[in-house]
């Protein structure tokens, strides 16, 4: 039986030993490079663990077998390393991006973020991504020399840049910044800490990016199909996934629904990381890319889907967005959990004693207002803290079902 061998490490992969470094100087270590250290460093961190009881799209308590940020980000890691390792580039900092994607994440996944995006509108908003780098800058803390993880240069840059360039090659804001320009957060750490904002990522950055996308239709799909919110026969008028339930039905005649839908996502996930290994490829050869470097001054993204492949991602995600993500039993659960979020918030604007102690007397962590301040402490609640502090000082809280 032929056994996959990974790739040799390739000329455009990221080299640890040659990290532009971290932002505090630390002594190196021996056991392990620093991609390897950024990894440890996330999943020991208490952002981390908090992920365990954030909402991907069914609140925690729903049920054991939906899926929370905690899960969705372990499943997003495996399919980046899967992909690094087939394209020969570095794991650990592949890895270390897919564990940290969704540390800024609120409470009540993106109603949370609806929710705290408005309470915050006359401060520049809320942004999931610039909270991320927040939180592994600023409001993580186990160090005694410094705030923050103290992550690599290389780490920071794809955690802030993984969906490509923040701004223009003439400097101005880029994609969605455009009418809100780049979040404070981001531009502030820039300003000590330079993460190169008007270039593309390295290889592994955009890696983790794609992967994100693959691992969002593989378990919304499953966590549809167990809401019973559509059926197996509902999936077939995607045109990839009738084609691979038809092969799967051709094999096993009897198969039961359960084996049925486990096998049709096991193939779909296996068919896009070979349509990304084979479309970046592609770009990689046109590209001629001999350095990570060359990834970064690149026009166009590398790691990507096949033209057919990005129009079969968008026809899984046009048919899960009325079936799931607009279904009005989660709409309804989604506009009780924005009210949480935004009861919240003005109470501790308006009650400043009301936050806990352990909060009350922190300084500004990097910002001018208080009122950033509690947007930070709102956006690292785990969505059960949060419906603890809204009954401890609300007479009623909703019960989210």
């Not at 570095?90 to 995006?117: C, K, Y």
């Not at 919110?229 to 996934?241: G, P």
Request: aromatic share 8%; net charge neutral.
């Amino acid at each position: 039986m032929a056994v996959a061998v990974p790739a040799p490490r390739a000329a455009y992969a990221s080299d640890p030993g040659r990290s532009r470094g971290r932002l505090h100087p630390e002594p190196t270590s021996p056991r392990r490079n620093v991609f390897r250290r950024d990894c440890d460093r996330i999943i020991h961190s208490t952002a981390f663990r908090r992920l365990a009881y954030k909402t991907q799209v069914f609140v925690f308590h729903e049920g054991d077998h939906f899926r929370t940020r905690l899960t969705h980000t372990l499943e997003v890691t495996q399919i980046a390393r899967s992909l690094a390792r087939a394209l020969g580039l570095d794991e650990d900092l592949t890895e270390a991006l897919a564990l940290a994607h969704d540390l800024g994440h609120p409470p009540f996944g993106h109603a949370g973020e609806r929710a705290l995006d408005r309470c915050l509108g006359d401060c520049g908003g809320f942004d999931h991504n610039a909270q991320s780098l927040r939180v592994v800058t600023a409001l993580e803390r186990p160090y005694p020399g410094f705030d923050g993880l103290n992550l690599s240069w290389e780490t920071l840059e794809g955690l802030v840049k993984h969906n490509g360039p923040l701004v223009l090659r003439d400097g101005s804001p880029a994609w969605r910044y455009r009418e809100r320009g780049i979040p404070a957060a981001i531009e502030q750490y820039v300003k000590v800490h330079d993460l190169k904002l008007g270039t593309f990522p390295s290889l592994e950055a955009q890696i983790a990016a794609i992967s994100d996308d693959i691992a969002y239709n593989a378990h919304d799909i499953d966590d549809g199909l167990r809401a019973h919110f559509f059926t197996l026969d509902e999936l077939a008028a995607v045109s990839l996934l009738k084609e691979i339930l038809q092969e799967i039905k051709a094999r096993y005649r009897q198969v039961d629904s359960a084996r049925l839908t486990h096998e049709l996502l096991r193939r779909m996930i296996t068919t896009m990381i070979e349509d990304v290994i084979t479309a970046t490829r592609n770009r990689l050869n046109a590209l001629s890319a001999g350095s990570v470097d060359a990834i970064r001054e690149a026009h166009a993204p590398v790691g990507v889907f096949s033209t057919a492949m990005a129009q079969a991602d968008r026809d899984i995600k046009d048919f899960l967005s009325p079936r799931l993500y607009r279904h009005a039993r989660i709409v309804r659960i989604m506009t009780d959990a924005e009210q949480v979020v935004t009861d919240l918030f003005m109470r501790y604007v308006r009650d400043p004693a009301a936050i806990p102690a352990e909060w009350a007397h922190e300084g500004s962590l990097g910002e001018p207002s208080s009122v950033r301040r509690v947007g930070d402490f709102i956006a690292g609640m785990t969505d059960r803290y949060a419906l603890i502090e809204h009954a401890r000082l609300f007479d009623s809280t909703p019960e989210l079902r």
